[in-house]
């Protein structure tokens, strides 16, 4: 059921404990949001993760977004994929976590920071559910993306993995990885067709690959113009979503860092299309892109999801 901001439908949960969720996306990478500030919540976000954001059986989405408070920022933003694992970034998360926020009475502002565990993250308010993010400086070095590949300061472009043969779609050899960290790690590969890419093989053998000792997001890209980039995404512990913010961030820095495109792109995904500004090597990059509520709902606790006190 798709809902319009001022018309929500709120509906009433049967017998037994519910638990209240807002189920939203950005640029079709979609998310449950769970208000750990409104709501008591699940003692074991972790399971109770891999539970709602299962497709079939759950309510299905590409990640868990939970508000918190913060003594650090205005708001936290806790992130599950859903194999339970939690991530330090989600840029398309951190737009559609704002909008909740503004949409479910918990700020006017507009912008504000929402500590995650790469930092705290500033979200503004770009346009009628636009929102730019400053997604601070990229991370070259190498062992802090963290990556094996690369030395020194960095930063990491084109350089060759072995692929068994199962894995690279095309027969063996290597595929050419430029790494960079947006707050999450990131391996960009270039091909000639992102539509024909072996995203799910090879996806998961480089987020898998021993050169990233905290796995990594995977994204393939065919660069149309100085202006515009398309992109595929392999997200680590999700698998193919139709968007990643972070990961389009990091595809126009390592582009940008070849020269092969403007210091303003338009990043093209499955779901939507995000801009992506970076003015200079020193400078911060910067993303704007949508944020959509799709529903509200509520979904039923089972004994065995105590809450928190």
């Given at each position: ?12 949960p ?31 976000l ?29 708001f ?167 968007a ?30 995000l ?22 709902g ?12």
């Amino acid at each position: 059921m798709t809902t319009e901001t001022n018309h929500r439908f709120q509906p009433g949960p049967a017998d037994g404990p519910h638990l209240a969720f807002t189920k939203m996306h950005g640029a079709g990478n979609d998310f449950v949001v769970l208000d750990g500030l409104r709501d008591a919540l699940p003692k074991d976000l972790s399971t109770f993760s891999q539970r709602i954001a299962h497709r079939q059986f759950g309510i299905g989405c590409d990640q868990v977004l939970v508000v918190r408070s913060s003594r650090q920022a205005d708001f936290r933003m806790e992130i599950f994929n859903p194999d339970g694992s939690q991530v330090e970034m989600c840029a398309n998360g951190i737009r559609a976590f704002y909008k909740y926020l503004r949409d479910h009475g918990h700020t006017d502002q507009d912008e504000i920071g929402v500590e995650t565990l790469s930092g705290v993250v500033r979200p503004r308010w770009a346009d009628v559910d636009q929102v730019r993010v400053d997604m601070a400086q990229p991370i070259l070095v190498p062992t802090e993306i963290p990556t094996t590949l690369g030395e020194g300061q960095g930063p990491v472009l084109e350089v060759p993995i072995e692929v068994p043969a199962d894995r690279a779609g095309d027969g063996p050899g290597p595929v050419y990885v430029s790494s960079v960290s947006m707050g999450n790690p990131h391996a960009v590969i270039e091909v000639p067709d992102v539509d024909a890419a072996p995203v799910e093989t090879l996806g998961a053998f480089i987020e898998h690959h021993p050169a990233f000792p905290n796995r990594v997001n995977v994204e393939f890209i065919s660069i149309e113009s100085r202006q515009r980039i398309r992109q595929r995404t392999w997200e680590r512990g999700t698998g193919e979503t139709l968007a990643c913010g972070s990961g389009a961030c990091a595809v126009a820095v390592t582009a940008m860092l070849r020269g092969v495109v403007d210091r303003q792109v338009t990043v093209a995904l499955r779901g939507g299309e995000l801009l992506i500004e970076w003015a200079d090597d020193n400078a911060h990059v910067y993303m704007t892109g949508p944020a959509t509520e799709v529903y509200v709902g509520h979904i039923p606790l089972r004994d065995d999801e105590p809450l928190e006190a």
